[in-house]
């Protein structure tokens, strides 16, 4: 089974320099909402077979 996924908190006031580093801590956050929120998704998909075969 794939481990669950905490879904990611946005960066605290300040952790953004606001100088366009590359990584930015928003560029890490929005990845890891985007696989959060995929994950979320395939989990509904999964549920709803589960309960359409019982």
């Avoid at 669950?4 to 366009?20: F, I, N, V």
Wanted: hydrophobic fraction near 30%; charged fraction near 35%.
């Amino acid at each position: 089974m794939t481990e669950l996924l905490e879904k990611p908190l946005p960066p605290a006031d300040g952790e953004c320099c606001d100088s366009a580093c590359t990584p930015c801590v928003w560029d890490n956050f929005y990845a890891k909402r985007k696989e959060w929120r995929l994950q979320q998704v395939a989990l509904k998909e999964k549920q709803a077979k589960d309960n359409e075969a019982n």
